[in-house]
């Protein structure tokens, strides 16, 4: 059974930084592209961070660019999500997922097959 889970939610104030971990079992996504996405309440499923299988290739939502990085560790079958001069507005439940097919950076929400359970990121004025 896949599995990916999250880590390193909390609270924050803003300006301050935070690192988010994946952790996926159940097989293995190194050849895959992973993707973080958030949401907050009332609002949709907003995608956040892409990085495709080999970790050379990232994209970023408009909203995070320069503030956030993506990376993976293939050998640990982890992603990463770093984010720095975090901003109220950055309060979400944040997802990880993962594709079951191949694409080079996946942005859509239809095109992840497997999400974890969320953490909860938190940036107080």
């Known amino acids: 059974q896949v599995q990916l889970v999250e880590s390193g939610g909390g609270l924050v104030q803003a300006g301050g930084s935070l690192s988010l971990s994946c952790a996926a079992s159940?097989?293995?996504?190194?050849?895959?592209?992973m993707g973080w996405f958030r949401q907050a309440p009332g609002k949709e499923r907003e995608f956040v961070a892409a990085?495709?299988?080999?970790?050379?290739?990232?994209y970023y939502g408009t909203s995070v660019k320069g503030r956030f990085t993506i990376s993976r560790d293939n050998a640990k079958n982890t992603v990463y999500l770093q984010m720095n001069s975090l901003k109220p507005e950055d309060t979400a439940v944040y997802y990880c997922?993962?594709?079951?097919?191949?694409?080079?950076?996946?942005?859509?929400?239809?095109?992840?097959?497997?999400w974890g359970q969320g953490t909860q990121v938190t940036v107080s004025s």
């Open positions: 997922a993962a594709p079951h097919g191949w694409y080079t950076i996946p942005i859509a929400v239809r095109q992840y097959d497997y």
């Open positions: 159940g097989r293995t996504f190194t050849n895959s592209a």
């Open positions: 990085i495709n299988w080999n970790g050379d290739t990232t």
